[in-house]
C-alpha cells in the first residue's frame, strides 16, 4: 500500500511540475515573439520614415501612397549645394556656391532604404500592408504637411493577437496601432520610442 502511494505522490508531482512548466511557459514566449515582431515591424516603419522624409526633400510634402512614394524615389532628384571657399571669413574672400542634382535613389544605401516590398507588414507573408495617408493641415497658422503610418498590432502578432494575453502584459492591446506620425500636427515620432 505504501508502494502504491509514493507511486501515486510521485506521478501527481510530475503532473503539478508539468503544470507549473506549462503557466511560466506561455508568458515567456508571449513576451519573446512580441519583441521579435515588434522589433520587425519598427525596423521597417523607421525605413518607410525615412524615405517619406526624402519624399518631402524633393517635393515639400509627404507621400500619401505607397506607389507615389516609390515612383518619387526611383525618378526624383535632390539639390546638392556644395559650399566653395569660406563663409566664414571675414577678409572678404571669394564664396561660390556649386549646386547640383543627385538621384534619390544614390542615396538609399546611406539610408537604409529598400523599395522593394516596403508596405508590406513583416509577419504578414506578404497579406498586410501598412495604412498611409498624407495631407497639408493648417498648425499654428501656417500649412505644414502631415504622415501617418502604421498598422494594428493584431495584423502581425499571428496567434498572441488576441486580447487575453494582457493577463501577461497589462499595457498589450492588439487593436492599437504601431505607427509613427499623426494626421494632427507636424511630427513623424514613432509609437514604439
Known amino acids: 500500500m505504501r508502494t502504491l502511494f509514493s507511486l501515486l505522490f510521485l506521478v501527481l508531482a510530475f503532473v503539478l511540475a508539468f503544470l507549473l512548466y506549462k503557466s511560466i511557459e506561455e508568458p515567456i514566449a508571449f513576451n519573446s515573439e512580441r519583441a521579435v515582431r515588434t522589433d520587425a515591424v519598427s525596423s521597417k516603419l523607421e525605413m518607410i520614415r525615412s524615405a517619406q522624409e526624402l519624399y518631402r526633400d524633393i517635393t515639400g510634402e509627404y507621400a500619401p501612397t505607397f506607389d507615389t512614394l516609390k515612383q518619387v524615389m526611383r525618378e526624383g532628384k535632390l539639390l546638392s549645394i556644395r559650399v566653395v571657399g569660406d563663409a566664414d571669413a571675414v577678409d572678404g574672400g571669394t564664396v561660390t556656391y556649386d549646386t547640383t542634382y543627385i538621384a534619390a535613389k544614390d542615396t538609399f544605401p546611406g539610408l537604409g532604404i529598400v523599395l522593394e516590398?516596403?508596405?508590406?507588414?513583416?509577419?504578414?507573408?506578404?497579406?498586410?500592408?501598412?495604412?498611409?495617408?498624407?495631407?497639408?493641415?493648417?498648425?499654428?497658422?501656417?500649412?505644414?504637411?502631415?504622415?501617418?503610418?502604421?498598422?494594428?498590432?493584431?495584423?502581425?502578432?499571428?496567434?498572441?493577437?488576441?486580447?487575453?494575453?494582457?493577463?501577461y502584459d497589462q499595457t498589450y492591446d492588439p487593436n492599437t496601432p504601431i505607427k509613427f506620425g499623426d494626421l494632427n500636427k507636424p511630427t513623424i515620432s514613432g509609437s514604439w520610442q
Open 117 to 167: 516590398d516596403l508596405e508590406v507588414v513583416p509577419f504578414t507573408d506578404g497579406k498586410v500592408n501598412f495604412d498611409i495617408d498624407a495631407k497639408t493641415i493648417e498648425y499654428q497658422s501656417t500649412n505644414v504637411p502631415v504622415v501617418q503610418v502604421g498598422v494594428r498590432q493584431k495584423e502581425f502578432m499571428g496567434q498572441y493577437a488576441d486580447k487575453k494575453y494582457q493577463r
